[in-house]
């Protein structure tokens, strides 16, 4: 959960991107862990798995805006 709510807030994609796959990859695990019905945190696995998907979105989504911002830049000129 950590991770996905550190990534969140790194402001240039090419830190966000690592850290959100991060954050999704021990996301799984964590849930996989917490399978069971004694075992606590499957609600931190989830935080840290959605926090983690919207930062590896929002860094693909820079990233897209980049290349095409950039290319209509070079077409502009």
Request: proline fraction near 1%.
């Amino acid at each position: 959960m950590v991770t996905g709510i550190v990534s969140l807030f790194l402001c240039y994609w090419f830190l966000m991107l690592p850290a959100g796959v991060t954050a999704v990859i021990l996301g799984v695990l964590a849930l996989k862990e917490t399978d069971g019905i004694y075992r606590s945190g499957r609600g931190m696995a989830i935080a840290g798995l959605v926090t983690g998907g919207f930062a590896t979105l929002g860094a693909l989504v820079s990233v897209v805006w980049t290349v095409f911002s950039y290319g209509t830049m070079l077409y502009s000129v």
